[in-house]
C-alpha cells in the first residue's frame, strides 16, 4: 500500500458513512443502496489501491479509459480484486463494442439505436450486459438521454435485447452551486429531479425490467443524500473519494 492508502481508505469509509445516514433518514435498508466509485479524475494505480481497499464497482464516463483501467486490472492479476466496471458517461455507438467488452452495466444507454447495437453485441460476444436508460429531466441542451415520452414509447413496441439486462433507469440532476455534500435541505432541487425519476419508474410497465424491478442508477458527491432519500440504488461517486490526494502526494514528492 502507498501513501494515499490511509486517504483513500478514510475517503471511501465517510462516503459510505454518508449513505448510511442519508438511508436511515430515508427508513430504508442502506445495503439497497450500492456505490459505483467514479474513477475517471485518477490513474489506474490509484483506482486498483481503491478497489484493494474494497471498492469493488468502478466507473468511468468515457469509455477508452474505462478499457485502459481494465485492461490494466487484468494485468495485475492475481494481486487485482475482482471488480465490474459502469459504463457512465454518453457513449457513441462507434465505441459501443469497447464497452461491450469490458463493462459489465451501462448506465447511459440514451437512445434506441444504441440499445439495440448493444443487443447485438452482447449476443456476438457472447457476454451479458446490465442496461440501465438515461433520462433527461433537466432541460439542459447539453445533457441527452430519453424523454419520458420517448422512454414510454421505446417500452411499449417490441424490444430485442440479445443478452443485455434491462435493470432500470438513470439521471443526473441540473448542476447548483448551493448544494453541500451531506446537507439533505441544499439539494433541494437535485431531490426535484430524483423525485420525478422515482415517480416515472413507478408508472412504467416492470416487467420490461430485468426481475420486473426497475432500479434508480442517480445522485453524485454533491448530491446523493437527495437520491438516497427519493429511492437511489446506484449513486456514482467520484470526487468525494478522492478530497485530500493529490495534496497528500505532493507533500509526499
Known amino acids: 500500500m502507498s501513501s494515499r492508502s490511509p486517504i483513500l481508505r478514510t475517503n471511501l469509509a465517510r462516503v459510505r458513512e454518508r449513505i448510511a445516514a442519508a438511508a436511515a433518514r430515508a427508513a430504508r435498508n442502506a445495503d439497497e443502496v450500492r456505490l459505483v466509485a467514479v474513477t475517471k479524475s485518477v490513474d489506474s494505480s490509484t483506482a486498483l489501491e481503491l478497489a484493494r481497499l474494497g471498492a469493488h464497482e468502478l466507473g468511468e464516463n468515457r469509455v477508452d479509459r474505462l478499457a485502459a483501467k481494465a485492461e490494466a486490472f487484468a494485468a495485475a492479476i492475481p494481486t487485482a480484486p475482482p471488480v465490474r466496471w459502469h459504463m457512465i458517461g454518453h457513449l457513441q455507438r462507434n465505441k459501443a463494442r469497447a464497452a461491450a467488452v469490458h463493462a459489465g452495466a451501462v ?118 443524500d437527495a437520491a438516497v432519500a427519493e429511492g437511489a440504488h446506484w449513486v456514482r461517486v467520484g470526487s468525494a473519494l478522492f478530497e485530500g490526494l493529490a495534496a497528500s502526494e505532493e507533500g509526499a514528492a
Open 107 to 224: 448506465h447511459s444507454v440514451d437512445t434506441d439505436r444504441l440499445l439495440a447495437t448493444l443487443a447485438r453485441l452482447s449476443v456476438e460476444l457472447e457476454r451479458d450486459l446490465d442496461a440501465s436508460l438515461e433520462v433527461e429531466l433537466t432541460h439542459l441542451p447539453t445533457r441527452s438521454g430519453f424523454t419520458p415520452a420517448a422512454l414510454r414509447a421505446l417500452l411499449e413496441g417490441e424490444l430485442q435485447l440479445g443478452r443485455v439486462k434491462l435493470r432500470g433507469l438513470m439521471t443526473m440532476a441540473a448542476p447548483d452551486p448551493t448544494a453541500s455534500a451531506g446537507d439533505l435541505a441544499s439539494q433541494s432541487a437535485a431531490r426535484r429531479t430524483f423525485a420525478q425519476l422515482r415517480a416515472l419508474a413507478e408508472s412504467l410497465p416492470r416487467e420490461r425490467f430485468e426481475g420486473a424491478r426497475v432500479e434508480l442508477s442517480m445522485g453524485m458527491s454533491d448530491d446523493l
